[in-house]
């Protein structure tokens, strides 16, 4: 059976976005000079919304990017997750569908930071890409559905 166009061209930035997960999740980019970086290792934090208290309650000891990214980071490298799976597979039309995989490529990836010492394992960084994905879902819905249906 071959594949429509607009399947293919799905796919195709399907693959190129999980691949830029796993290089920002696993090796890390100095968004200013595109550039790769190591990031901290060793760390972990199994807490709930301790990360995120500690960015928020104690701010100044950041700097606008390490903030932004450390809070707003997760949750936008996950909302095209949201966004492109129930485009590109049949199986993914559903919030919970989209929820279960982000979950558990979202724990995945934690657990690979943990064993590798290659990033921080947090568990923050899990709620934030759930809520991107749930995010990008939303647009989804609201884009896709309404307009083209």
């Known amino acids: 059976m071959q594949m429509k166009v ?4 799905g796919c195709s930035l399907f693959f190129i976005y999980f691949i830029i997960v796993i290089i ?3 090796i890390g980019i100095d968004v200013h000079n595109l550039r ?7 760390k972990s934090n199994f807490i709930p919304f ?5 960015y928020i309650s104690e701010k100044e000891r950041f700097n606008l990017d390490t ?4 809070t707003f980071g997760p949750l ?7 966004l492109l ?3 590109v597979f049949k199986n993914m039309q559903t919030l919970k569908s989209v929820v279960l995989f982000s979950f558990a490529l ?13 990033g921080v394992m947090d568990i923050d960084d899990t709620i934030l890409n759930i809520s991107g994905a749930m995010t990008g879902y939303l647009f989804y819905n609201i884009l896709f559905k309404r307009l083209f249906s």
Do not use: K
């Open 24 to 26: 920002v999740s696993f």
């Open 50 to 54: 301790d990360s995120l208290r500690m």
């Open 6 to 9: 607009s399947q293919r061209i």
């Open 85 to 87: 799976l129930p485009i």
């Open 67 to 70: 903030w932004f990214y450390s």
């Open 106 to 118: 979202s724990i995945l990836i934690e657990v690979l930071q943990y064993v590798t010492r290659l």
């Open 36 to 42: 790769i970086v190591s990031l901290e290792s060793g």
């Open 76 to 82: 936008l490298l996950f909302l095209p997750m949201g």
